[in-house]
């Protein structure tokens, strides 16, 4: 079992940076893959990024290459979000998800789910 727990979020102007950070509960946090996703109001979920268990190996999507960064360290059971040039398209709920050794592109597959943190960007 895993909890998670996102934090981070908030309102922040176009241009401007956030980094989110999810905290894990458990002792085997090191066998799960990761993954950032979010959700803004009347879409489906989206995936951004995910790390793998060994955080040697990593996914984005092709839309946020280059702004967004994730990273993780397996010693506090966090993993984290750095997101960068923010626009206001990027307001959304953020999720992050845990997969045991998964770390693939698919919301489906990730069986543990934080309960979301806020970003609103503002033009």
């Known amino acids: 079992q895993v909890q998670l727990v996102e934090s981070g979020g908030g309102l922040v102007q176009a241009g401007g940076s956030l980094r989110l950070s999810c905290a894990a509960s458990?002792?085997?946090?090191?066998?799960?893959?990761m993954g950032w996703f979010r959700q803004a109001p009347g879409k489906e979920r989206e995936f951004l990024t995910s790390i793998s268990w060994s955080n040697s190996n990593t996914n984005y999507a092709d839309s946020e290459k280059g702004r967004f960064t994730i990273a993780r360290d397996n010693a506090k059971n966090t993993v984290y979000l750095q997101m960068n040039s923010l626009k206001p398209e990027d307001t959304a709920v953020y999720y992050c998800a845990a997969a045991e050794f998964y770390y693939g592109t698919r919301h489906q597959d990730y069986r543990y789910w934080g309960q979301g943190t806020q970003v609103t960007v503002s033009s």
């Open positions: 458990g002792r085997t946090f090191s066998r799960y893959g």
